[in-house]
């Protein structure tokens, strides 16, 4: 917490500036001393033996002649944080006596309790001028001195506020409030961001009560909505602070425009803010732009590089990760979530990148293996790894719940890349002449393949940064690739065992019989078991009777006696008797002898 001290080289005419990080001693003072379970007492008699020994260290104290206890003056230059810090814990002391006082207040509201709650907050309000004035008259730097004056401007609003003067306590509130708004926004440091966020919603109910009293949130208006119609009309000074704080807005910007980067994935763009992951990961994109080509002939070695590049920016958010967690669990606000997520947002990122990049290597080594035509186990493998680097990216969405359309990218990568995986292990299989295996194979990749198109069909399209992506054109390719190894295994398996089949198959036709005409078919004889089934079988009965046996069919056909008048019969048949002479014996033939 001590900055800036001189160095000895230096002249005594060159001062630098003093840093007073009010909100990080604060804080931790109280979450240390007590006020974690709201023990104000003991957290008061802390500041009694801070203040005492800060005078001991500084040398400002004298010996007590039993009349008067003097205190030495300050001197008129200094650089060390601790004079500042002594005011600090005195605002503290009356702050913390004020609030041990209200906490055993009854309902009855005690007269001379309130009177010495007031009085407390008073000395603590004086206190806090004090400081603001001492810090006005030495060599602070502008964030510290805006940090003190919205740490003074929060202990006059909670003046006002006990002495319920509204008005005066809602300017001091906003005020203090629009500081802290300000550098929770430009804070660089998680820990800062998440004490500014909580001194925010400290804040925040004062300014609602304040509000209601004044009949200004009858429209039921958010703390926001309301402050902003505050700033608006320029009550309390907040013209001059809005000017203050512009001023280190444009000091910040000089300094951060060129070393931050923004990142900018999936139609998202967040500010990093760590000032050592911006650097990395601004080296991490340099390196991919210059080395992440894999056309160029050192593409192995350009991987790596890359490669390393992105896995020393994991290491290094995943650290802020931790750090930020660390963070919020001392400090816990309603908006440090937000910085959260996007620390988040940028682990995602970076993680994305190197198992992407890590996919695109292994993409590389496979063309290698196929190129220099060694055995297919080595392209399996490498497939192995690129499924785990896709279902590693998977288990990130878990962050990214509303990323629904890198899911279905990952669908489509994976159904792919299962698709090159069962091409390799038929191959290999193909080798060691199980072609049984091999042809099962390659059907099983042409599924995955007719997954992957239908999936491919559904989306729409791969976006602009993805760094893997699968076109039509691949998939085709890869379909094409099975079909031609499947019809070229099948292939030279029928040339090879062709002949051997030939012979076998004439044999068993030679050893056919169709003239066997003692064995009866099982289907003439099932109420007999048959005997030779328990036999070798080299006797075994027929099933049916084959070939089978000619059957009678009627020989006349039918249209002869539809035709039978049509038919010119031989003369001999009319000497074989008398015609009959009846009319009813010509049509019916009746009568006749």
Not at 206 to 230: F, H, P
Request: hydrophobic residues 35%.
């Amino acid at each position: 917490m001590v900055r800036g001290h001189t160095s000895s080289e230096e002249p005594e005419e060159h001062w630098s500036l003093c840093v007073c990080l009010v909100l990080e001693l604060v804080n931790d003072s109280r979450m240390t001393y007590g006020l974690r379970h709201q023990d104000y007492q003991r957290y008061r008699k802390h500041c009694t033996h801070r203040v005492q020994r800060l005078r001991q260290i500084l040398n400002l104290t004298k010996p007590n002649n039993k009349k008067t206890n003097q205190q030495k003056d300050l001197p008129p230059k200094f650089t060390d944080a601790r004079y500042l810090h002594l005011y600090v814990f005195e605002v503290e002391r009356a702050w913390a006596y004020a609030m041990d006082l209200n906490q055993s207040l009854s309902p009855s509201a005690e007269t001379r309790k309130r009177h010495h709650t007031r009085k407390k907050l008073k000395r603590a309000t004086q206190h806090a001028e004090e400081l603001y004035q001492l810090c006005e008259q030495q060599d602070v730097e502008d964030r510290s001195k805006l940090e003190v004056k919205a740490y003074a401007a929060a202990m006059r609003g909670h003046l006002y506020f006990e002495l319920q003067q509204w008005q005066d306590a809602l300017d001091q509130f906003v005020s203090a409030r629009t500081i802290y708004e300000h550098f929770a926004g430009l804070s660089t440091n998680p820990q800062h961001e998440a004490l500014c966020y909580s001194a925010i919603d400290d804040i925040d109910p004062s300014i609602r009560i304040c509000a209601y009293n004044l009949r200004l949130n009858d429209s039921a208006r958010s703390v926001d909505d309301l402050v902003n119609s505050l700033k608006k009309s320029g009550g309390a000074g907040l013209s001059s602070l809005e000017q203050q704080l512009s001023k280190i807005t444009q000091d910040d910007a000089k300094g951060r425009a060129e070393s931050l980067p923004q990142v900018s994935w999936r139609d998202r763009q967040v500010l990093i803010k760590n000032d050592k992951v911006a650097a990395i990961v601004a080296k991490a994109q340099e390196t991919t732009k210059q080395f992440g080509l894999s056309k160029h002939d050192d593409a192995a070695t350009s991987f790596d590089r890359v490669l390393a590049s992105w896995a020393d920016a994991e290491k290094l958010v995943k650290k802020a990760l931790k750090e930020d967690k660390e963070a919020t669990a001392k400090v816990a606000s309603s908006k440090s979530a937000k910085s959260t997520e996007e620390l988040q947002f940028i682990h995602s990122y970076v993680a994305y990148n190197l198992n992407a990049r890590s996919v695109q290597r292994n993409v590389q080594l496979v063309a290698q293996v196929n190129e220099s035509q060694r055995k297919p186990q080595e392209s399996v493998r490498l497939h192995d790894d690129i499924l785990k680097y896709l279902e590693s990216i998977r288990e990130m969405l878990s962050l990214e719940e509303h990323e629904s359309h890198l899911d279905w990218e990952l669908g489509v990568l994976t159904y792919y890349y299962r698709g090159c995986r069962c091409l390799y292990v038929a191959k290999s299989y193909a080798d060691l002449n199980r072609i049984p295996e091999a042809i099962a194979l390659y059907r099983v990749a042409q599924t995955y393949i007719a997954q992957a198109k239908q999936q491919l069909v559904q989306g729409d399209g791969f976006a602009g940064d993805s760094v893997l992506t699968v076109s039509e054109d691949d998939l085709a390719k890869l379909e094409q690739e099975l079909r031609n190894n499947a019809w070229k295994t099948q292939a030279a398996w029928y040339l090879k065992h062709g002949n051997t089949d030939e012979g076998e198959l004439a044999s068993q036709i030679g050893q056919l019989k169709l003239d066997d005409e003692k064995k009866v078919p099982l289907l003439d004889q099932l109420d007999v078991y048959p005997a030779s089934l328990t036999a070798d079988g080299s006797n075994a009965p027929n099933l049916i009777e084959f070939p089978p046996r000619f059957e009678p069919a009627v020989g006349k056909p039918f249209f002869f006696d539809l035709a039978a008048n049509h038919v010119n019969y031989p003369k001999a048949l009319d000497e074989r008797g008398d015609k009959p002479s009846g009319l009813f014996s010509k049509f019916f033939g009746f009568g006749g002898k």
